[in-house]
């Protein structure tokens, strides 16, 4: 139970990061809300610091909701070293506030690194709202330095594609 109890607390970050992007439209009441985890199976390996989750994982946390085939958190020492999810595809979705469109992230395999606080979107990797969409192979979202990186600069081989649709105003 302690170790569930870490595992929890541990993946609140990953899911603030989902928003993390779009921080500023994000809801914020979110990270208040408890964290629920479902999935088919659960192995905990307290001597090898291990958990993983396994079959239509499924995370929320108030609007916020992950769902992957396979989720693993690996700690040393006590401490949390790296959140991996594995899907076909590993999603992420959060509702904005009033008004805005939710924040959708999508790739094959998602990692965030506790210490570094970067959460990595890897292979057909997309974050969207609404119309506008950033795509790439890997995409790298450095939270500490409110930096988002794609492509080549996020370790990379293909370039990005960023489309931000204009607002156009009616003409009466």
């Known amino acids: 139970m302690r170790s569930i109890n870490k595992l929890l607390t541990l993946l609140l970050p990953l899911l603030f990061l989902a928003s993390a992007p779009f921080a500023t439209q994000a809801l914020e009441s979110d990270v208040k809300k408890p964290i629920e985890v479902e999935a088919d199976s659960v192995e905990i390996d307290d001597s090898s610091g291990k958990s993983t989750y396994k079959g239509n994982v499924i995370l929320t946390q108030g609007s916020i909701r992950m769902t992957a085939d396979r989720v693993t958190v690996i700690q040393h020492e006590k401490k949390s070293d790296m959140i991996k999810a594995v899907g076909r595809p590993v999603t992420l979705t959060q509702k ?24 990595y979107l890897i292979g057909n990797a997309t974050l969207e709202q609404g119309k506008d969409t950033f795509k790439s192979d890997r995409i790298a979202y450095d939270r500490k330095k409110s930096l988002i990186k794609g492509g080549t600069s996020a370790k990379g081989k293909r370039r990005v594609r960023v489309t931000i649709k204009s607002k156009k105003k009616k003409t009466k």
Request: hydrophobic share 20%; proline share 4%.
């Open 96 to 119: 904005s506030r009033k008004g805005k469109k939710p924040v959708k992230g999508r790739s094959k395999r998602m990692e965030y690194s506790v210490d570094s606080d970067i959460l």
